[in-house]
């Protein structure tokens, strides 16, 4: 008997893969295709649940800007092979091939007009001949005689390589686990802490009242500088640049510019020329909301500009162009409203190349489990696109014979 029919016949998987979602699927495409016995075993319902809701149902599906600098982690550089193999374009080219039809509503941002529920379908079609067993959760995970065996409330299920690609643990509600991280933990990986990412950020600071109110801001954070709509909020701050500023460390504080591309300080010497007698809150008023422009002039908000001194105007254009939010004002939503999880599985000893465990042979890991989180714009998917299939590939080349 051959080593394939011994298998079989054991009913031994070649690959088994933990997670249906995004990486998962990716890679269950590139195993089926290439004849894998596979076996797929999720917690919930039904494949690729984030993906559905993704990009408000249209899916943010991939961005031509994914580089080195919009991922982060403790070593963003891994992504550089990964992305070189499989590119945005790779991805927008099979997203042409099922229909899906990616569109580019800003620059390199693509969303599907055939929207979310969609590519599920496309991912679904792709993996149909693997075997799926969902309202499984997978609670453990050994390796004896090179075999994987993973241990199920179903059941035990044996495979020869194992993908892990259970994304991260945000965004609760639709059901997480914290499972790759213990079995990489497992296998001596290092897991870099996790935090919330791609959230709101709460903070006393800014009033309730203002809550509504959205304008283009650019916010100063740790080395980075943003620049997005930002949301004032019932309890702070969201919208995408608010979004973006919480995958940074927000330990030093924040700096918002209200009126990027503007000189507030030339503004005001402009405006006083022309019409001194308007107030503060009023000049201000017309260049962003009226109701934040009262609020940001704070003091000043009824002080007719042409009475304003030196040192008042330096003040004004502080409080516009470098509001300053201190570290300890700051705090990040939950896990259960944040989009992505920050942290995960050190890439230090995971091969760039075929995402390969360097400590366990055969064990693979796609997605959001690993420590690199993508900026906001479809980054996130791409990233887990992108290592599904790496991993999908390297599991086949696994199990050849
Ligand atoms: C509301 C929302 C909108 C988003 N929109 C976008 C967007 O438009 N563009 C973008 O780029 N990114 C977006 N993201 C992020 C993106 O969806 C994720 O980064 C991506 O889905 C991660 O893929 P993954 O395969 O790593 O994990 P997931 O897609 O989360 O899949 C992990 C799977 O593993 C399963 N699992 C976990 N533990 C176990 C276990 N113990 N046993 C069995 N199964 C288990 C889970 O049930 C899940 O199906 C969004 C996220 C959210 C929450």
């Not at 076996?39 to 809701?53: H, N, S």
């Not at 020869?160 to 213990?182: F, H, W």
């Not at 283009?216 to 500088?225: H, L, P």
Request: charged share 20%; glycine share 10%.
């Amino acid at each position: 008997m051959s080593p394939n029919a011994i298998n079989k016949f054991m009913n031994i998987f070649d690959v088994i893969i933990i997670g249906a979602g995004a990486s998962g699927l990716m890679a269950t495409s590139e195993c089926v295709t290439a004849g894998r016995r596979t076996l797929v075993l999720d917690m919930g319902d039904a494949p690729a649940r984030k993906v559905r809701i993704s990009g408000g149902g249209r899916c943010n599906i991939t961005n031509m800007a994914a580089s080195r600098n919009r991922y982060f982690g403790i070593n963003p550089d891994f992504v550089r092979g990964i992305l070189a193999r499989v590119s945005p374009s790779d991805i927008l080219a099979w997203a042409d091939q099922h229909n899906l039809a990616p569109r580019e509503s800003s620059p390199g941002r693509f969303f599907c007009d055939a929207g979310a529920a969609a590519v599920v379908d496309a991912l679904w079609q792709d993996a149909q001949k693997a075997k799926f067993i969902f309202n499984t959760m997978v609670v453990s995970v050994s390796r004896s005689d090179d075999l994987f065996t993973v241990t199920t409330a179903r059941g035990n299920f044996t495979g020869r390589c194992l993908i892990v690609a259970t994304g991260g643990v945000s965004y609760a509600n639709l059901g997480v686990s914290d499972l790759g991280y213990k079995i990489a933990k497992q296998f001596g990986h290092k897991i870099i802490p996790v935090r919330p990412g791609l959230g709101a950020i709460i903070t006393p600071v800014m009033d309730p009242e203002l809550a509504g109110i959205s304008l283009n801001v650019a916010i100063s954070v740790a080395q980075y500088v943003i620049t997005d709509a930002m949301l004032m909020t019932h309890n702070g701050i969201g919208g995408p640049a608010a979004y973006r500023a919480s995958l940074h460390d927000l330990g030093d504080g924040i700096r918002i510019n209200f009126c990027p591309g503007t000189d507030i300080r030339a503004h005001i010497t402009t405006a006083r020329q022309q019409n001194g007698r308007r107030s503060v809150s009023t000049w201000l008023g017309t260049i962003i909301p009226a109701r934040l422009a009262r609020w940001i002039a704070g003091p000043y908000a009824d002080v007719r500009i042409a009475d304003l001194s030196t040192i008042q105007i330096k003040d004004i254009v502080d409080r516009i162009e470098n509001f300053t939010i201190t570290g300890d004002q700051l705090n990040r939503g939950s896990f259960a409203t944040a989009e992505v999880t920050y942290g995960g599985i050190d890439t230090q000893d995971i091969s760039p190349r075929t995402l390969e465990s360097k400590r366990c042979p055969g064990l693979f890991f796609a997605g959001e489990v690993l420590d690199i989180t993508g900026d906001l714009g479809g980054f996130n998917l791409q990233w887990a696109w992108a290592t599904g299939r790496i991993a999908g590939q390297s599991a086949t080349d696994y199990t050849i014979g």
